[in-house]
């Protein structure tokens, strides 16, 4: 216990560790837990947006699509591969669920998650048209960059700096997507299209950031695996999406 207490001293204070040999049992458990949450993810939207590029209107939009679906996967590779140093099997595990699988469009999971694999709730809903990918696409991009400010930096450092390696291309996925919403928004009836999607998305990306007061928070803050609360983060993203969206015409 002084040991383990030591540790968590030293990870509050804001150290690191650098190999699964140095790293106290409950931590293990909360940092498998979290990257687990961001390989399902993302290896889901990666299914996802492999069915919207057949909904692209035009070369531009499925090069784009088709970009967000290759490097969605990269990503997910290179976090399991922090995971295969934990020992998880990384060939059994992405061959363990249908990424591709959605809910019914109507379905409502709040924060809740459905299935047996560990991706966020967002990720259970179907995309409906190119519209649809386009507006999902900003929103979660824009949640995704804010995550991204707690996620690189990470105590583990191994895992941060494959973190700091992705965040650039997270970024570029939503501007890719805030491109394509300006030119859907400046079509005739696109601009309606486009509130609709963003008033069925919008508040289902805002689960991604989990509840307010969240008892894990405080543990997850001393292991230094977190630093903002969700609270925050979801305020955070509520002001980009304001200002993306009003900037797009809508």
């Not at 035009?58 to 290179?78: F, G, P, Q, V």
């Not at 019914?104 to 999971?109: C, H």
Request: charged share 25%.
């Amino acid at each position: 216990m002084s040991e383990t207490m030591n540790i968590e001293d030293y990870l509050a204070q804001g150290g690191v560790l650098t190999a699964p040999e140095n790293v106290p049992a409950r931590y293990r458990g909360e940092l498998l837990r979290l990257m687990s949450s961001f390989v399902d993810s993302e290896l889901a939207a990666s299914a996802g947006f492999a069915d919207s590029i057949n909904f692209a209107p035009a070369i531009r939009e499925r090069i784009a699509a088709s970009r967000i679906t290759l490097e969605k996967a990269d990503h997910a590779e290179r976090v399991l591969g922090v995971m295969g140093s934990f020992g998880t099997d990384v060939l059994r595990y992405q061959a363990s669920h249908d990424w591709s699988a959605r809910l019914p469009r109507e379905a409502d999971l709040g924060t809740s998650r459905a299935g047996t694999d560990n991706r966020l709730a967002v990720f259970h809903y179907p995309i409906a048209g190119w519209t649809d990918a386009v507006v999902m696409n900003v929103l979660q991009g824009l949640a995704t960059g804010v995550q991204m400010t707690e996620l690189t930096r990470l105590s583990y450092a191994p895992l941060a700096e494959v973190f700091r390696e992705i965040a650039p291309r997270e970024a570029r996925h939503a501007e890719l997507g805030l491109e394509g919403l300006e030119r859907i928004a400046a079509r005739t009836g696109g601009r309606a299209a486009a509130q609709a999607s963003v008033a069925y998305w919008r508040p289902r990306v805002a689960t991604t950031f989990g509840v307010a007061g969240s008892a894990r928070y405080d543990t997850l803050r001393k292991f230094g695996l977190r630093h903002a609360p969700n609270e925050d983060l979801l305020a955070c993203w509520e002001g980009l999406v304001a200002d993306r969206l009003s900037a797009a015409g809508l």
